[in-house]
């Protein structure tokens, strides 16, 4: 009997903080978002995501969230160039 197994594409996210003027983060709100990532593991695993950051401000919060995701089982890149963050995170 053939054992069938379900196939999903792996998740795929480009966040593009290029137009963003203002954030307000706070330490309990980076624990929140974080709690978030651990409880959905499972459906992360193996997806890719892409922030894109044209200020040094906001190079800098993608970066620390970069460093803070490693071992998750996803990857994070900071980019300043979109057509690049778009080739990375969906290659051809």
């Known amino acids: 009997m053939p054992i069938f197994q379900e196939h999903r594409a792996a998740w795929r996210e480009l966040v593009d903080g290029r137009e963003v003027t203002d954030m307000a983060v706070t330490a309990e709100g980076q ?17 890719r995501v892409a922030m894109v950051a044209s200020s040094d401000v906001m190079y800098g919060m993608f970066r620390m969230w970069e460093l803070q995701r490693e071992g998750l089982g996803y990857e994070v890149h900071v980019f300043r160039d979109i057509e690049e963050a778009r080739t990375w995170v969906a290659p051809p």
């Open 31 to 47: 624990r929140r978002l974080a709690a978030l990532a651990t409880t959905s593991a499972e459906r992360l695993r193996g997806g």
